[in-house]
């Protein structure tokens, strides 16, 4: 049998009391609402969505906090998606299950029946808009936190449409539709299509019959997914039929329709099988919502607005204790170059680090060229000069130019790790003019002259206490290289040698210092290898070398 999630039009109008809970369960829909009603469209404004300020575009900030959420003092009386005569809803309200979730979601709209061409009333042209331009958007965001019954894949905002088709034959129309004629007008379209990719699971098959046309998988339903021969299969009624709940007037139904559209593909996209991120009561991640809201072209940039849109449920702001977990964003998509598509969102910790670096013009990491994505126990995001990291002990970091492509090539977690970035890339503090970036188990450094190069342990500190790019080493001219409890690196003037834990310097003229000796107050002997031995191989030593010790005389010469 196949499994199928059905969608039934909402009925509730904001302000309107909830439906009694003696109402006959027979007159409900598996929300609790009776059929053949809906809600007007809400026209969106910024302000509208929780947390997004009044103002500029380019001051919105995150609607997903990255701070500690300070909790509603007691739990609400009924939370987004549940009805007031059941209790509370848990939290999260959405919770795993057993299966997986689409990672990239490849689209394929097929329009079943002639009535398509020339449709008068622009929805398969809506339609079509909502789909080629939702990857990277804010909204398409909201489906980033959802991941497979393992939690280590999630969904990606990169949905991408690789199919459009018009299936014309109206002996291939019928006028009762169900999920078996479904089922075998997806195969109809791919062997018409020779060219479509198979894309797996991640394919989302999304079917729009004509007018005249009755799907009676739910007599109550507007649309519904399911999954029918391994295939992930949306069917979606034309809301001018009154063989529909959903109808509505000529006016209204483009946005009507990419209303469902949304619905369906965000339901399908986190529960592909039915198995995965449900409610206790089975409502999915539109169906906590089921409200309409026009989005709009947020940032001014004329990239086109994806029209009516049903809103989303946030179940990582529901967790962080905010009741308005019904979105239309997650995140803020203003810093996307003008014309780079697709866009791709900034959110959470990593957006409130990039606003600060780029509004103090620190540096610049770039505009985001992809999502935020899991990465090893942290996060990562990557923009076109570089990448953000984030982890709990570490914080929100950018790493970008020649440092990054060293740290990406050898250090990343993963790699022969120096863990997570703890510092933004900023000015060595001896040399203003090169660059440094430091890590939880060593630093990268770079010159113009050197390049980029890794330093970490008993080596760096060393480096350090010589003075760094000042000092008679210079700066490092290759990454440092270590094996089992040693290591050496080599520098513009010299090298530093870690012996299981016994430190040599070596200047490039020969002479070479030795650390962990006897130190006998001023007297350093010169020899002829041009050795001294000093105990203590910081300060002093770097004093030293520059002659401010009488007896030093000599070898400084």
């Known amino acids: 049998m196949p499994q199928v999630e059905t969608y039934s039009s909402p009925t509730v109008v904001p302000g309107q009391a909830p439906l009694p809970a003696s109402l006959p369960v027979a ?9 053949g009603e809906r809600k007007p469209v809400e026209p969106l404004r910024l302000s509208d969505q929780p947390g997004a300020p009044t103002g500029a575009a380019s001051g919105r900030q995150d609607t997903t906090a990255s701070g500690a959420a300070v909790a509603p003092p007691g739990p609400p009386p009924h939370k987004p998606g549940c009805l007031s005569s059941k209790p509370p809803c848990s939290n999260p309200v959405l919770v795993p299950g057993t299966g997986p979730v689409q990672h990239d979601p490849k689209i394929f709209l097929i329009f079943w029946g002639p009535k398509w061409t020339g449709e008068p009333y622009g929805t398969r042209t809506a339609i079509e808009n909502l789909f080629n331009h939702l990857a990277g958007t804010a909204y398409g965001n909201v489906l980033s936190q959802y991941h497979d019954a393992g939690g280590t894949a999630y969904v990606h905002n990169d949905a991408q ?3 459009d088709w018009i299936d014309t034959d109206q002996l291939h129309a019928p006028t ?15 062997d018409s299509n020779p060219g479509w990719l198979d894309p797996g699971l991640d394919a989302q098959y999304m079917v729009f019959v004509q007018q005249g046309t009755q799907v009676v998988q739910d007599a109550a339903a ?5 999954y029918v021969n391994g295939r992930v299969i949306d069917v979606q009624a034309y809301f001018l039929d009154n063989t529909t709940p959903c109808m509505t007037t000529s006016s209204d139904l483009p946005g009507y329709m990419t209303s469902l559209a949304s619905h369906e593909f965000a339901e399908a996209a986190t529960d592909p099988q039915a198995q995965n991120w449900r409610s206790a009561d089975g409502s999915e991640i539109a169906d906590l919502c089921n409200t309409r809201w026009v989005y709009e072209d947020f940032d001014g940039s004329g990239y086109p607005p994806l029209g009516q849109v049903e809103t989303l449920f946030d179940n990582e702001r529901w967790a962080q204790g905010h009741q308005d977990a019904c979105v239309l964003m997650r995140g803020n998509d203003t810093y996307t170059a003008p014309n780079v598509v697709p866009r791709h969102t900034i959110y959470g910790a990593i957006l409130g680090q990039y606003q600060t670096i780029v509004g103090q013009a620190k540096i610049t990491p770039g505009y985001p060229i992809s999502e935020e994505y899991p990465f090893h126990g942290g996060r990562k995001q990557d923009f076109s000069n570089g990448a953000m990291y984030y982890s709990g002990a570490s914080g929100p970091h950018a790493v970008i130019g020649a440092i990054v492509q060293d740290y990406q090539a050898n250090f990343e977690p993963g790699l022969d790790s120096i863990g997570f970035p703890v510092s933004d890339e900023h000015a060595i503090p001896q040399c203003a003019c090169n660059r440094q970036s430091d890590f939880q188990g060593g630093d990268i450094v770079w010159s113009g002259a050197t390049g980029a190069a890794m330093l970490r342990g008993a080596i760096l500190s060393t480096w350090r206490s010589w003075g760094g790019p000042n000092g008679p080493l210079g700066m490092p001219t290759a990454n440092e290289r270590d094996s089992g409890n040693s290591g050496s690196a080599t520098f513009e003037h010299g090298g530093i040698i870690d012996n299981n834990g016994a430190i040599e310097v070596v200047l490039n003229s020969g002479q070479m210092v030795v650390g962990h000796a006897q130190h006998a107050g001023n007297d350093y002997p010169y020899e002829t290898l041009g050795q001294f031995e000093h105990q203590n191989q910081g300060t002093d030593a770097w004093n030293e070398f520059y002659g401010q010790c009488d007896s030093f005389t000599a070898w400084k010469a």
Do not use: F, M, W, Y
């Open 222 to 226: 507007c649309a519904h997914h399911s």
């Open 27 to 35: 007159q409900r829909d598996r929300h609790g609402l009776k059929p």
């Open 176 to 190: 009762i539709i169900t999920d078996t004629n479904a089922a075998s007008e997806v195969q109809r379209a791919r």
């Open 161 to 163: 449409v690789l199919g």
